[in-house]
């Protein structure tokens, strides 16, 4: 099983970027699919999910600026960042495990972390 993340890149505050995180080696439709964000220093924190059934949730942090989304028959989760700020600056990992209810410790595939940086 590989995830592969892309789209990270350089943008001004109150940019927007998309990162995509296709996966490959099996179907994913029943597992729960995340994004987490790790910036220097600091501990990884989930930023958003998204379950088989379209449900999502969302870190107070990004709530109204960030949308996660899915194509089960590609296999990708996508994450359409907006009115991005600095201190969104992160390395962003996609995340996928079975079932439901993903945070940190329960992940069962990485994706290789996608680097976003924020300027002011």
């Known amino acids: 099983v590989q995830l592969q993340a892309s789209g990270g890149g350089l943008v001004q505050a109150g940019g927007s970027l998309r990162l995509s995180c296709a996966a490959s080696g099996r179907t994913f439709s029943r597992y729960v699919m995340g994004w987490f964000r790790q910036s220097p220093g600091k501990e990884r924190d989930i930023v958003a999910a998204i379950n088989d059934y379209g449900s999502t949730d969302y870190a107070d942090s990004v709530e109204g600026r960030f949308t996660i989304s899915r194509d089960n028959a590609k296999n990708t989760v996508y994450l359409q960042m907006s009115s991005l700020m600095p201190e969104d600056t992160a390395v962003y990992y996609c995340?996928?495990?079975?079932?439901?209810?993903?945070?940190?410790?329960?992940?069962?595939?990485w994706g290789q972390g996608t680097l976003v940086t924020v300027s002011s």
């Open positions: 995340a996928f495990k079975y079932g439901t209810n993903i945070n940190g410790a329960n992940v069962h595939y």
